[in-house]
């Protein structure tokens, strides 16, 4: 098999910050003062205006770690105004990189500012203040020499809940214990920890896929429980990133009794929970193979086809992700079923 790359790493999915724009400089009432010249008028320049506040999404991050102890963030104030005419500097850009996939909302989550889902993209959150007049602004015909000056306006201010849905071409869902990070461990280089327990796994893990000169990014989402879609369990936090997916690689445990209540009832919580889970291209994989009797497994997976009726099934592949048994299929028809997405997709 090939090498395989590990790309795990400390994960957050969502942070909340307090973000404030640098405020204008003031404006400068100063006036000409030189020898020989008696009525030298005002000078006071203006002052700078205050550093904007900006998101940019960069590759290669797949968390808001950075975000989780320092979560105040103020940018530069611009300089004030200066005698002999001159302006003050204008404070720097303060630029917040976050993971591509990023989501800026509302304080309350109701409103969405900006999702950061391309490399590069950038979000203005928060606009510096206008600098301040300095008093040469303030002549006139009747005040040839006034004694006013503007304060700079303060800078944006808010704050904005950063919610991260990772960026993967398959994610992996299912019940707890179903063997998704098993499957995740066998095919990348990625190690999550793994138990016999329910939600061995309480973060998305990532791992790369390789497949003859293709990669492919894999996510394992933390197992879903019936009502998840509303908080039960570990809640609808998870389902978010299955909406950055390509494809949704969907795991049973083979050795459950009843395959199809425990496929339909994964199906409801992601019809539920929107964002078009439902309708993206999907591969059913049965786990646990060498769990099962032949005979047994032959009966199960045509009464697991059979469920269906006439709507359309998805491809079912049977594996055993510990026992490292039809995991070169699985992998050939997942690069198969991609060839017809991205086709899909021009």
């Known amino acids: 098999m090939a090498t395989n790359k590990d790309v795990q790493m400390k994960f957050l999915d969502k942070a909340k910050i307090h973000i404030k724009a640098g405020d204008g400089g003031n404006g400068s ?19 700078g205006r205050g550093g904007d506040i900006v998101f940019r999404a960069v590759p290669n991050v797949n968390t808001l770690i950075d975000y989780r102890y320092k979560t105040n963030f103020v940018a530069q104030r611009g300089e004030n105004g200066m005698g002999k005419m001159r302006t003050g500097a204008s404070g720097e850009t303060l630029v917040l990189p976050v993971p591509t996939g990023t989501v800026i909302l509302s304080e309350n989550e109701e409103i969405e500012y900006a999702d950061l889902n391309v490399d590069g993209m950038e979000y203005l959150a928060a606009r510096g203040g206008n600098g301040g007049w300095g008093n040469l602004h303030f002549k006139s015909p009747t005040n040839r020499a006034p004694r006013q000056a503007n304060d700079g306006l303060p800078g944006e201010e808010r704050t ?12 992996l869902v299912g019940f707890p214990n179903a063997g998704k990070s098993t499957l995740l461990s066998a095919v990348t280089a990625a190690r999550p920890k793994i138990a016999n327990y329910p939600f061995t796994t309480l973060n998305p893990q990532l791992g790369v896929m390789y ?15 019936e009502g998840a879609h509303t908080g039960v369990g570990l809640g609808d936090r998870f389902l978010g990133h299955a909406e950055r997916t390509k494809m949704i690689l969907h795991v049973i445990d083979g050795t459950e009794s009843d395959w ?7 199906r409801h919580e992601m019809d539920s929970y929107g964002g078009d889970l439902i309708h993206k291209p999907e591969m059913v994989v049965i786990n646990k193979m060498d769990a099962i009797a032949p005979d047994d497994l032959k009966q199960r997976l045509s009464d697991f086809k059979k469920s269906f009726g006439r709507k359309k099934k998805p491809e079912i592949m049977v594996i055993s992700a510990a026992g490292m048994l039809g995991i070169g299929e699985l992998v050939s028809a997942i690069e198969k079923q991609f060839v017809e997405i991205e086709k899909n997709e021009n």
């Open 29 to 47: 009432a100063s006036f000409r003062r030189e020898k020989y010249i008696e009525f030298g008028g005002p000078n006071g320049g203006d002052g």
């Open 160 to 171: 904005v809940v950063l919610r991260l849905k990772l960026i993967a071409d398959i994610g």
């Open 211 to 225: 497949a003859h000169k293709r990669e492919f990014v894999l996510v394992d989402l933390p197992g879903l429980i």
């Open 260 to 266: 199809a209540s425990r496929y339909a009832a994964i």
